[in-house]
């Protein structure tokens, strides 16, 4: 890689998925060897899962008896600012060196990349120019770290270049062009073990994101409408688990509908047929009801087996009807989806849904705490079995006549993900309804206050003067209640750079494997 035309080690793509593996190759184990700087440009989509945009990429190299093997990635987006280039390549390789220590391996070496598409009236070779000094300084700061980088690329319009060769005059001044995709040996390896190639962040985002069509404002008048019914009886205490009891019932239909759709080919063509199954109403019904944070939690124990794929369906069309001044409403299913693709396996699509939910709603603890755990790679069974303890135990005792939850009862405690972090999510961000502005919302939890206070006088004008309210058998959840998403997860350690509750493409590194 160093001289260009030979390697001076292979280093074989032991880690196409991503996940760290044995240090040592097992019997049947497929080792691809690269050689090149156009073999390592062809590797990069196939190291992070989809072709990165707008991207600064470290990877890190390993050795072992001679022979090299991909570990860890991380990724930032570029900054728009190149004042803040040096402080971004820092966390870039400070993140990638402490995620790899943090798992065993500390990298020997590394492989760094910068990937951007021309501007108007740029050409590939202008970026490339451009972005030289980002890749003097992500070249720095590994060294700092005594992590060399012996190969740095540079990949736009469709072409790379090498910062790094040596010798004057090896290297097209325009680049050398790109393989066509999926004819490499790395890509055929990656087909062989049924690794594939998921396009670009935009095209996952776009799953995700609110409508922009003219239906966008059908939807936005349902929600209105919904809203002015559903925030009244939300509210109030005693309707309150009512409305909570008719939005997990309409959330299963909705996925037996999905689990009994005919499949249809083509990620667009799915989603337009899902969207197509969900009404306007039923769509505004439930993301106004998942505003609740109990109610959301129940609905994130749909998270595993012939459930989760359904469900996982169901949160992308809800995230897509939040629309206009409901774009806030979106934490919730974008949170849910991210949790449900990160129990599934997929920490790509966990990653971005959950960065959306906190681009909707920084201040969503949910997301923020899934978002942390996710990037350092933590295990999500412990998550899983706090859901499936509280599923069982609503399962065995369900109450017929539930009663408001006093003072004097104790919300269930989850089992903690890991320790350090408070989980309590504030008042503000739970309560439901349709809001459109800062204002309305701030309006609206003033008028559920004065709600509950009138209820708490009118109970006890009624109670006499010996009497104690009686607490539900079951530990029924009221506002307070903490579920899966009060958890508790550790503090993130001096010098970890991959904190949760930012958006991926933000100057807050992706560290994987």
């Known amino acids: 890689m160093t001289n260009h035309s030979e390697t001076t080690g292979p280093f074989e793509s032991n880690d196409i998925s991503g996940q760290e593996l044995p240090a040592g190759p097992t019997e049947h184990a497929t080792q691809v060897t690269l050689r090149t700087p156009a073999e390592l440009a062809d590797a990069l989509p196939y190291l992070l899962g989809y072709r990165p945009e707008d991207s600064m990429v470290l990877v890190a190299l390993h050795d072992h008896a001679g022979r090299g093997r991909f570990g860890g990635r991380a990724r930032l987006g570029i900054p728009a600012n190149d004042e803040d280039w040096e402080a971004a390549a820092r966390q870039l390789a400070r993140g990638l060196v402490t995620g790899s220590e943090r798992r065993g391996g500390r990298p020997e070496r590394m492989v760094a990349y910068v990937c951007q598409e021309p501007g108007p009236g740029e050409s590939g070779r202008d970026v490339k120019r451009r972005l030289e000094r980002l890749t003097h300084l992500m070249r720095t700061e590994c060294g700092n770290l005594d992590v060399p980088v012996i190969e740095a690329l540079c990949i736009s319009d469709g072409r790379f270049w090498s910062y790094c060769c040596p010798v004057e005059g090896c290297c097209p001044e325009d680049g050398s062009p790109m393989g066509l995709p999926g004819t490499s040996v790395l890509a055929a390896a990656a087909t062989y073990a049924g690794i594939q190639v998921r396009g670009t962040l935009r095209e996952l985002r776009a799953r995700l994101q609110p409508w922009e069509t003219g239906a966008a404002l059908e939807q936005e008048i349902t929600l209105d409408a919904a809203g002015m019914t559903l925030v009244a009886r939300m509210l109030d205490e005693t309707s309150r688990l009512e409305v909570a009891e008719e939005t997990i019932a309409l959330a299963e ?44 939690d129940k609905a994130a124990a749909w998270m595993e087996g012939d459930e989760a794929g359904p469900a996982l369906r169901l949160w992308r069309a809800l995230a897509r009807r939040c629309v206009g001044p409901y774009g806030e409403h979106a934490a919730a299913p974008l949170t849910l989806a991210g949790w449900v693709a990160w129990s599934m396996g997929d920490e790509l699509e966990a990653r971005e849904a959950l960065a959306m939910a906190l681009a909707a709603d920084p201040d969503y603890l949910f997301a923020r705490l899934l978002h942390q755990a996710c990037n350092e790679g933590l295990d999500p069974e412990a998550v899983r079995r706090c859901l499936r303890a509280e599923r069982a135990e609503a399962t065995q005792a369900q109450p017929t006549t539930p009663a408001p939850r006093t003072a004097h009862s104790e919300p269930p405690q989850a089992p903690p993900l890991a320790s350090g972090a408070n989980t309590q999510e504030s008042d503000q961000r739970a309560e439901p309804g349709s809001t459109k502005g800062g204002q309305r919302r701030r309006r609206t939890r003033n008028e559920q206050e004065d709600g509950r206070h009138t209820a708490r006088t009118k109970r006890d004008r009624r109670r006499p003067a010996d009497s104690r309210p009686r607490t539900p058998a079951t530990g029924a959840a009221g506002p307070g209640t903490r579920g899966p998403a009060a958890t508790r997860t550790r503090a993130a350690a001096p010098g970890e750079a991959t904190p949760g509750g930012v958006p991926s493409d933000s100057r807050q590194p992706e560290v994987d494997g």
Do not use: K, N, S
């Not at 499949?263 to 799915?270: E, I, K, L, N, S």
């Not at 969207?275 to 609740?292: K, N, R, S, V």
């Open 253 to 296: 239909r909705i996925i037996r509908r999905y689990a009994t759709a005919t499949p249809v080919c083509g990620t667009h063509r799915a989603d337009v047929r899902d969207d197509d199954l969900l009404a306007d109403d039923e769509a505004a019904t439930l993301i106004l009801g998942l505003q609740d944070r109990t109610t959301r």
